[in-house]
């Protein structure tokens, strides 16, 4: 049976864990509601490049523009999963989506994937990772990131006339659920660029187009990229700080009932101590009072 002292160390590194847990918990919770804000704070910019592209398409033809991005070769694809673990199935859902999604092993495209264990687990499957990235630590290194991905893509097209990416990530649903999500980004939507189209400007002032409308197309596309790109960053790091959030409240359940099975077990320990005191000093004034 443990002592009281070896309890009384248990007991002590038990709280301390337990303390360890819920600043975790916090500090995830507290990662959530920023990253919420900054995927909410984006929907105004997809507004204004939905605006840019509307204005334009009163000048052009959207399809024509369109067809400029229409797929002719290779694909890419962007995954996007987490550096660090505790984040339950994020990494191992968004693998088996790719997996599910993307030719075999031999036949996938180029890769970009960011977040190492995402990547560990694509390698295991056979996959080969073209550009591996770390996850931005903070809200504020998510820009940084984006923007190196679009030069990447760039590259690419440039050296291999790559047109069609595709982006796999973890959205973010609510505070502890998330799901895996396939996205193709290019070639555009033709559905949802004829949708804009059709809509009407929603004032009497028409914007007016003085530079090529193909240079201009580019650069809305680059700037819905890179929204796109960031607004996927933003919900996987969500998730897995919600992943994170749901794995620390049990421990923190798990932590709480070792707590108190350990202080049970002392306070029964150190009365089973006093008890045995007891009876050798009744037991020793027994002896002495009938040597008397």
């Known amino acids: 049976m443990d002592t009281t002292e070896t309890l009384k160390r248990r007991i002590h590194t038990a709280e301390e864990l337990y303390s360890l847990v819920r600043t975790m918990k916090a500090l995830a919770a507290v990662n959530i509601r920023q990253l919420e804000r900054a995927v909410a704070s984006l929907d105004g910019f997809q507004r204004t490049i939905e605006l840019g592209l509307r204005g334009l398409f009163r000048h052009s033809q959207g399809s024509e523009l369109a067809a400029?991005?229409?797929?002719?070769?290779?694909?890419?694809?962007?995954?996007?999963g987490s550096d660090q673990g505790m984040c339950g199935q994020l990494n191992e859902q968004v693998a088996q989506l790719v997996a599910q999604s993307l030719p075999g092993p031999q036949e996938a495209g180029s890769l970009i994937v960011i977040g190492q264990r995402v990547a560990a687990r694509l390698e295991e499957m056979g996959y080969r990772i073209d550009v591996?990235?770390?996850?931005?630590?903070?809200?504020?290194?998510?820009?940084?990131?984006?923007?190196g991905v679009l030069v990447q893509l760039d590259a690419w097209q440039?050296?291999?006339?790559?047109?069609?990416?595709?982006?796999?990530?973890?959205?973010?649903?609510s505070r502890a659920a998330f799901e895996?999500?396939?996205?193709?980004?290019?070639?555009?939507?033709?559905?949802?660029?004829?949708?804009?189209?059709?809509?009407?400007?929603?004032t009497r002032a028409i914007p007016a187009v003085t530079m090529d409308t193909g240079t201009l197309f580019s650069a809305l596309v680059r700037q819905y990229l890179f929204v796109s790109v960031f607004r996927a960053c933003a919900e996987t790091m969500a998730s897995e700080n919600a992943s994170r959030l749901a794995a620390m409240r049990g421990a923190e359940r798990n932590i709480s009932d070792r707590?108190?099975?350990?202080?049970?077990?002392?306070?029964?320990?150190?009365?089973?101590?006093?008890?045995?005191?007891?009876?050798?000093?009744?037991?020793?004034?027994?002896?002495?009072?009938?040597?008397?």
Do not use: C, N
């Not at 440039?158 to 649903?173: F, K, N, P, S």
């Not at 980004?185 to 660029?193: E, F, G, I, K, V």
């Open 68 to 80: 400029r991005l229409a797929p002719r070769r290779a694909p890419a694809a962007i995954v996007l």
């Open 132 to 147: 591996p990235l770390p996850v931005a630590a903070s809200i504020a290194g998510i820009a940084p990131l984006v923007r």
């Open 158 to 173: 440039t050296a291999y006339g790559i047109d069609r990416v595709e982006m796999y990530y973890a959205q973010h649903l």
């Open 180 to 202: 895996p999500r396939r996205v193709e980004l290019l070639p555009l939507d033709r559905q949802w660029l004829d949708a804009l189209q059709q809509q009407e400007w929603p």
């Open 259 to 292: 707590i108190t099975e350990l202080t049970q077990a002392f306070h029964q320990t150190r009365q089973m101590a006093i008890t045995e005191e007891l009876l050798d000093i009744a037991s020793g004034f027994e002896a002495l009072r009938k040597q008397q």
